[in-house]
Each structure stands twice: as C-alpha cells, then as structure tokens.
C-alpha cells in the first residue's frame, strides 16, 4: 500500500521555468491538499480538491494552478517558477470522519 | 483568520528530561487537533489527534497531549525524552464547520534537539 506517491522527489528549475509536480494516493480518498513548507513558517495550504471535479484556493495560491485529474490523482503547476517559490512541497489526501491527513514524502524544489 | 501558535521555536533538552511543547489556536468553535512529527528529511507523521471525547490524548512513541478548551491550547507532553525524538514538531488545526473540507492549519513549528 503506497498511500500517497509525489514526483519528483527533487527538482531544480531556472526563474520562468514551467513544472507540474504530480500526486497520487491509492487510498480511495476524497479530498487532497497541497501545502508548501517554509522555515519558521509551518506548512502552508496552496490548494485543496473537497471533491473529484473540485478545486478551491488555500492560503498561498498565487503563482500555483491545480488540477483535479480524477479520484486519485491531484497536480499543482507552476507556469512561471519564481525564487519566492522555492520550498519543499507537500501533497496529502483525506478519507473523512475522524481521520487525519496522509502526507506523501514531499517534493524539494529550488528555483535559481 | 484563524490562527495557530506555537511559542518555542527551538527547543534544547537532554536525554530523560521532560517535555512541553506549547500550542494555542485562535477560535471559539469546534475544533479538531493534531500534533504532527517530522524526523529530519522525512515526511510528516501522525503523532496524536483529538476530536472529541477525553481532552487527555495519548499517542504513539510515549506522546500524550491535553486539550485545555477554555485556554484554546493543545500542548503535547512527554515524560522523558530520547535522543531520537530530535525532530521537528507541528501543531496542527482543523477550524471545524460547515466548510472546513478537513483543511489544516499549522502552527510555525517547534524544532527539537534532545542531546545524548
């Protein structure tokens, strides 16, 4: 049982560069998240999906779109990567009722 | 907005020595809790969680927390450290109603080094 996959594990991309980092969970979950995470600053909501066919703005949306591929799948693009984007990236999925976030391993992302 | 604060940044302890690490919310509703830990490039991992119910909440790894409502803190305990409790620890809040969708908001986070 995976639970939740990210890809890349690492990426290093040039200021106005394009990249969509990838998420999958196997858990039948309905509801998945991004967060990024910055020193001092805990994990941060980029873009939540409640559902399969939705998507909704977190607290630091902007520079980020999102795609809600199907059930499993959940995919956070940045069309123009600025340094200001630079963080580890965190994708987690949610089955409802009284349980918590599954977190995958996180993507490490520096843009120069 | 609804916030999450935890005070201590960095925390220093020797092994055996007891811990408390503070976590205060800013709303008056319901709530749903986490504590969540993070060994050094590792992902986030589940300590304890509180829902409802009795507001002293064990975890694993020794971990217990306590759900003071009237003070909106969730500080999370532990009898006696181990050098590998050296981790980062996050305090976690679902701001439960009618649209919460289970999102979480963290608080800042607490490192902690337990020296041998």
């Known amino acids: 049982n995976a639970g939740v996959t990210q890809t890349p594990k690492f990426q290093v991309l040039k200021t106005g560069q394009s990249m969509t980092l990838q998420c999958a969970q196997d858990m039948n979950h309905n509801s998945m998240y991004w967060y990024r995470q910055d020193p001092g600053m805990g994990l941060r909501l980029i873009y939540y999906?409640?559902?399969?066919?939705?998507?909704d703005k977190g607290e630091v949306p902007n520079g980020y779109n999102v795609s809600r591929l199907n059930k499993r799948e959940f995919s956070l693009r940045l069309e123009s990567a600025a340094p200001s984007q630079t963080s580890v990236y965190f994708c987690?999925?949610?089955?409802?009722?009284?349980?918590?976030?599954?977190f995958g391993d996180g993507t490490r992302l520096s843009i120069l | 907005a609804q916030s999450v604060s935890q005070h201590n940044h960095h925390v220093i302890l020797s092994e055996a020595a007891s811990l408390e690490l503070g976590c205060n919310y800013s709303?008056?509703?319901?709530?749903?809790l986490f504590w969540y830990v993070q060994y050094p490039g590792q992902h986030l991992q589940l300590l304890l969680k509180y829902f409802s119910g009795d507001p002293l909440v064990k975890g694993i790894k020794g971990f217990e927390a306590e759900f003071i409502k009237s003070k909106f803190s969730f500080n999370l305990r532990k009898p006696s450290v181990q050098w590998s409790d050296t981790a980062e620890y996050f305090c976690?809040?679902?701001?439960?109603?009618?649209?919460?969708?289970?999102?979480?908001?963290f608080g800042q986070g607490t490192i902690l080094t337990v020296h041998p």
């Open positions: 999906s409640a559902s399969e066919g939705t998507t």
């Open positions: 976690a809040v679902i701001f439960a109603g009618g649209t919460s969708y289970g999102k979480l908001t």
């Open positions: 987690a999925s949610l089955g409802g009722g009284n349980q918590p976030q599954h």
């Open positions: 709303y008056g509703g319901t709530v749903n």
